[in-house]
């Protein structure tokens, strides 16, 4: 189980020697696991950041093992573990090399995040999903410019819709 301290070691090496950090980034996953369910909010949000570093900054890989306890995390009883979680979805989902793999067991999890008890916590998922189907949209800009022209016309931020469509099928394996 990893301390507070030891969680923003974990960040700090993985800035200051990202090469090494990437080989070794897997073997961390599971001792923030076990921290992500620790009883001190201030230890799961310290563990929740340095997760995201790890998967961010290693092995995408991961995904798979760290997608139940984040699961757990939409319901902490903690608006900041929430809302750190939303950020490291959409950092993940706007930035991991191979994102669009992970679309299908991601975005539902951030769909959750949109419905927070908390407004500000809704409002920051609600944004960064808008700002997740725009950056779609410009990545996918030739298969998606004779649809998009004409759904202009019929509603705004196609995108998104064109984000989670080819997913649908896959999104019941992770509910």
Same mark, same amino acid.
């Given at each position: 189980?990893?301390?507070?301290?030891?969680?923003?070691? !974990?960040? @700090?090496v993985a800035?200051a020697i990202?090469q !090494?950090?990437y080989q070794?980034?897997n073997?961390?996953v599971k001792?923030?696991?076990h921290s992500? =369910?620790h009883?001190?909010?201030?230890?799961? &949000?310290?563990?929740l950041?340095a997760l *995201?570093?790890v !998967?961010?900054? *290693?092995?995408?890989?991961? $995904?798979?093992?760290?997608l139940?306890?984040?699961?757990?995390?939409?319901?902490?009883?903690?608006?900041?573990?929430r809302?750190?979680?939303v950020?490291i979805l =959409?950092d993940w989902? @706007?930035?991991q090399p191979?994102r669009?793999?992970?679309h299908h067991?991601l $975005?539902? &999890?951030l @769909? $959750?995040?949109?419905s927070?008890?908390?407004?500000?916590n809704?409002?920051k998922?609600?944004? @960064?999903w808008?700002?997740i189907g725009?950056q779609?949209?410009?990545?996918n800009?030739e298969? &998606?410019?004779?649809q998009?022209?004409?759904?202009?016309l $019929?509603?705004?931020m196609p *995108? &998104?819709?064109?984000? !989670?469509c080819?997913?649908l099928s896959k999104l019941e394996v992770?509910?």
């Amino acid at each position: 189980m990893f301390s507070q301290e030891s969680c923003q070691c !974990v960040l @700090l090496v993985a800035n200051a020697i990202p090469q !090494v950090f990437y080989q070794q980034s897997n073997s961390l996953v599971k001792p923030l696991l076990h921290s992500m =369910a620790h009883q001190r909010s201030k230890v799961r &949000l310290a563990a929740l950041k340095a997760l *995201g570093c790890v !998967v961010r900054k *290693g092995s995408a890989t991961a $995904i798979d093992d760290v997608l139940s306890p984040l699961a757990q995390r939409v319901s902490d009883s903690t608006p900041s573990v929430r809302s750190c979680l939303v950020d490291i979805l =959409a950092d993940w989902l @706007l930035h991991q090399p191979d994102r669009y793999s992970y679309h299908h067991k991601l $975005i539902p &999890l951030l @769909l $959750i995040c949109m419905s927070d008890e908390v407004p500000d916590n809704s409002t920051k998922a609600h944004c @960064l999903w808008e700002e997740i189907g725009a950056q779609f949209e410009r990545e996918n800009e030739e298969d &998606l410019k004779d649809q998009m022209d004409f759904m202009q016309l $019929i509603e705004a931020m196609p *995108g &998104l819709r064109k984000c !989670v469509c080819p997913f649908l099928s896959k999104l019941e394996v992770c509910v």
